[in-house]
């Protein structure tokens, strides 16, 4: 066995953890147990028979948003998509609260809200005022008792460059989510033409805002391409509130297309979405006659395929395509991070290679379970972090010359000096399936079908090996002067 000051991880400096902490930037959100979809029907449904739109009258206007709430609550609904656009422009906040107790009263949760804003525009007046309108509705949101917003993103203003557009929306996105969780609001940027017309102009935004209170609202019909419904399914993990359509348009076709609602609301639960999900008709046919109907569907829709009570499901982590969710962890001694042939290679580091998902993890009554392979190297190819209640561990395998595998630290004890210590032979090039299981009671790792620990929580401390290992809190895959691979990377909450 190697000796243990060999084994001695470089320390970190404060600064070091603070930068790593400013980096952060949204993932696909991994939600605990299994979808949960609840039916809401959006006021834009209606929009041509609002009395007002926006301040100005309408010529069929006819019901104010009370009205509006009653046809939800008659057509069985469990929330109301409350847009902004139809409320007065000076509305008050002793009339939103009348609004929120109609809504109480008649068995209605007000699922969100929708403003219409451009965050793109350049410093000055009228970005100010933008950004003002946005927070002026997080605080009408408040008073309204719900907790999402659908914003846009907005196009590039004349003879303004793509790129510095995108800048523009992201400083703007990132002020009012910081306003907006000072409330305990969500902000959902819709997909909605401009500089999200496209999956990839979504992803770019979602990625770089560094704020936990912004999301995607998924709007199902404002993808254009070929294929709608493979670019919904790529950005359906980011989604904070849905806003489906009853048709969809495809890249070439000359007109719209019955929306597959069957398909999308699997596509939601594959993505194991937990929220709501609102109808938001802009259809030709008069919505009186179609809403019924569209509404029923949808309702049978989201409670028949709805799994048991308690029953839990994988959740994937890792798409075997690119690094999305994940970000390189800050260690001194780096290797190279890519994805190739399926998997994610983690190259030899001096001394170690790591990576952090990004997105949410429980802290306990979970399962992670993954792939993984030793490619070239003699030391651990696996050392796997996760949460056990507040403190962390690793799972260490391959360690300290090669075949040591252990947990990291019990009672201050590392993986070569505790309870779970083994020593076990790995082969090159094989795929060892690796899993770990955290429950109130007791931590336990599997390699294959082998049970490795099962370790009592009770009068026991746990935490992580002092040094620079600490940065693979809360959820990390490290690996030390070895080259290793990750495939069928994924979690599911017990």
Not at 43 to 52: D, H, I, T, V
Not at 220 to 236: I, M
């Amino acid at each position: 066995m190697i000796p243990s000051s060999r084994r001695r991880f470089l320390s970190v400096s404060a600064l070091g953890l603070l930068a790593g902490r400013a980096s952060h930037a949204i993932a696909p959100f991994v939600r605990p147990g299994v979808a949960r979809l609840q039916l809401s029907l959006a006021a834009y449904s209606l929009r041509a028979f609002f009395k007002e739109d926006r301040g100005k009258p309408t010529a069929d206007g006819r019901i104010e948003m009370t009205d509006f709430i009653d046809y939800c609550a008659g057509q069985g609904c469990d929330g109301a998509e409350l847009t902004s656009y139809y409320f007065p422009v000076d509305v008050s906040d002793d009339a939103l609260r009348a609004v929120r107790r109609h809504a109480f009263l008649r068995g209605v949760q007000i699922s969100g809200t929708a403003v219409g804003n451009t965050f793109t525009l350049a410093p000055g007046p009228e970005r100010d005022r933008q950004i003002a309108s946005v927070k002026q509705w997080v605080d009408r949101a408040v008073v309204l008792g719900t907790s999402h917003i659908r914003v846009f993103a907005g196009v590039p203003p004349k003879g303004m460059e793509r790129e510095q557009a995108v800048k523009n929306c992201i400083a703007a996105l990132e002020e009012c989510g910081d306003y907006a969780g000072g409330h305990g609001i969500f902000l959902g940027v819709e997909n909605h033409g401009g500089i999200v017309a496209d999956v990839a102009g979504v992803l770019e935004i979602l990625k770089a805002v560094k704020s936990p209170w912004i999301g995607l609202n998924l709007d199902t019909g404002n993808f254009h391409s070929a294929d709608p419904y493979a670019d919904l399914a790529q950005c359906a993990g980011y989604a904070v509130n849905v806003q489906i359509k009853s048709e969809i348009h495809r890249a070439g076709a000359k007109a719209d297309e019955p929306a597959n609602l069957p398909r999308l609301i699997q596509m939601l639960r594959d993505a194991n979405y937990q929220g709501w999900v609102a109808l938001e008709y802009e259809a030709k046919e008069d919505p009186w006659f179609a809403l019924p109907p569209l509404l029923a569907e949808l309702r049978a829709l989201l409670h028949a395929g709805a799994p048991p009570h308690g029953a839990a499901h994988w959740l994937p982590l890792f798409d075997g395509k690119s690094l999305d969710g994940w970000k390189l962890t800050n260690f001194s001694g780096q290797g190279e991070v890519k994805v190739a042939d399926g998997a994610m290679v983690l190259d030899m580091g001096g001394d170690i290679t790591g990576v952090n998902y990004a997105g949410e993890i429980p802290k306990t009554n979970y399962e992670v379970s993954l792939d993984a392979m030793r490619q070239e190297g003699s030391d651990f190819f696996c050392a796997l972090t996760f949460p056990v209640g507040e403190d962390c561990v690793t799972f260490v395998v391959g360690g300290w010359g090669g075949g040591l595998v252990g947990i990291s630290s019990i009672d201050d004890n590392d993986a070569s000096e505790n309870e779970t210590t083994q020593v076990m032979k790995f082969d090159k090039g094989r795929w060892y399936r690796i899993r770990v299981r955290v429950t109130p009671e007791l931590i336990e790792t599997w390699i294959d079908d082998d049970q490795m620990a099962k370790v009592e929580r009770a009068g026991k401390h746990f935490g992580m090996r002092a040094g620079e290992i600490e940065l693979s809190k809360p959820f990390g895959i490290a690996t030390y002067r070895t080259r290793g691979a990750f495939r069928d990377i994924k979690i599911r909450q017990l």
